[in-house]
Structures are given as structure tokens and as C-alpha cells.
């Protein structure tokens, strides 16, 4: 059974960098597809963030190209984003997931909150 | 970049049958993009009900169905449920899949 989890801080500082982690267990994510973060302001709809594919290419959502980055631990099976100089606008919950076909599995979801 | 358009609200009747629709703004909707239909309820994570225009996985209803109609994709709810009242949202890939975009969603209300 595969199983994605988000972790990383609650709370963040406007300006400051946004780190979170997903903890993949049950597949190796060197084994293949991609890996992606999706974000939902509060009451809002779903925005995708990025993907990264088991060959370690990456792939951006334009509007966010510049203050995103993701990689991959294939150490710990896990992949992470960072996203720089946040504003309020950023906070969401924030999930982890890989969708390819009939392999699609989600995480929770963790909740971020931009404030001082 | 690319716009997804779905349908802001829809209303079904119980054991109605409703079709969502998902359009992009660089023209029709083909099964190169991929469409992905995905669930959401209240507080809860979004779940893919249709992956790849209309397949399905294991745990979605039979009564959900995906297709291409007019240019668009779309979701077919047939037999409306109370449980089925939730947000849905479109997933189109684009070149590649370098590019996915979500639409703005559908708040489905079984009435």
C-alpha cells in the first residue's frame, strides 16, 4: 500500500522560505513516475505547484517558477519543496501527491500558515 | 498559460444525472491532455475519481463516468447520491505534462 505524508512547519514567516518534506512509503519513487505538490488556499480551489519525475527532472507552474523548488531524497524515499519569499497569499493547505494513470495516491494534506 | 474552465455550481436531483464539463483555453479538449476528474468533500483530501479521459479506479462509483463531448471533457453522474455533494475538479496536462493546470472546480449540490 502506498502511502504519502506531508511534514514541515505550521506556521512561516512572511519572507522567509517554506520547506516541507513528503515521506513516501510502500514504492520507491526512483522506481518511476512523478511526484508533485498541489496547494488549496483556504476555501479556494486546487493550484498545481510542480512535479518532479523519477529521473529527477522537474517541471514548475509558471506563476510560481521563480520562488519554487523541488527535489528529491531517494536516501530517505522522500521528496521535498521550497518555496521562497512567502506572503499571506501562500498560505494553504499543502498537499503531496503522484497522479499517473491508475498509480495515484494522495497525502492528507499539512496546513500553512504565512503570518508574523 | 493555459486556463481549465469548469462549471462553477451544478445542481442534481437524487437519482438525477448531471454532466460537469472541463474546457481549455487553448482550444478543445482532447485525450492528449490527459483529463483527470478529481473529488473533493469538506475537509477532506481530494481524491481522482477518472484518470486518462474515462477510466476508472477501483474505488469509484460506477455510477461516474468520464468522456470527450464537444470539445471538452466531461463528467456523467448518473443515479445522484447525497454522498456525491462535493467539489469536483478537472485535471489537464499540457505539453508533455512540462505544464498541468487544475480548472477552477465544480460545486456539485444534491437537491
Known amino acids: 500500500q502506498v502511502q504519502l505524508q506531508e511534514s514541515g512547519p505550521g506556521l512561516v514567516k512572511p519572507s522567509a522560505t517554506l520547506s516541507l518534506t513528503c515521506t513516501v512509503s510502500?514504492?520507491?519513487?526512483?522506481?518511476?513516475?512523478?511526484w508533485g505538490w498541489i496547494r488549496q488556499p483556504p476555501g479556494k480551489g486546487l493550484e498545481w505547484i510542480g512535479s518532479?519525475?523519477?529521473?529527477?527532472?522537474?517541471y514548475y507552474n509558471p506563476s510560481l517558477r521563480r520562488r519554487v523548488s523541488i527535489s528529491v531524497d531517494r536516501s530517505k524515499n522522500q521528496f521535498s519543496l521550497r518555496m521562497s519569499s512567502v506572503t499571506a497569499a501562500d498560505t494553504s493547505v499543502y498537499y503531496c501527491?503522484?497522479?499517473?494513470?491508475?498509480?495515484?495516491?494522495w497525502g492528507q494534506g499539512t496546513l500553512v500558515t504565512v503570518s508574523s | 498559460q493555459a486556463v481549465v474552465t469548469q462549471e462553477p455550481s451544478l445542481t442534481v436531483s437524487p437519482g438525477g444525472t448531471v454532466t460537469l464539463t472541463c474546457g481549455s483555453s487553448?482550444?478543445?479538449?482532447?485525450?492528449?491532455?490527459?483529463p483527470y476528474w478529481i473529488q473533493q468533500k469538506p475537509g477532506q483530501a481530494p481524491r481522482t475519481l477518472i484518470y486518462?479521459?474515462?477510466n476508472k479506479h477501483s474505488w469509484t462509483p460506477a455510477r461516474f463516468s468520464g468522456s470527450l463531448l464537444g470539445g471538452k471533457a466531461a463528467l456523467t453522474l448518473s443515479g445522484a447520491q447525497p454522498e456525491d455533494e462535493a467539489e469536483y475538479y478537472c485535471?489537464?496536462?499540457?505539453?508533455?505534462?512540462?505544464?498541468?493546470?487544475f480548472g477552477g472546480g465544480t460545486k456539485l449540490t444534491v437537491l
Open positions: 486518462e479521459t474515462s
Open positions: 485535471l489537464l496536462s499540457y505539453s508533455d505534462a512540462s505544464y498541468v493546470a
Open positions: 518532479i519525475w523519477h529521473s529527477g527532472s522537474t
Open positions: 510502500g514504492y520507491s519513487i526512483s522506481s518511476g513516475y512523478s
Open positions: 487553448t482550444g478543445g479538449v482532447t485525450s492528449g491532455h490527459h
Open positions: 501527491a503522484t497522479i499517473n494513470g491508475p498509480f495515484d495516491y
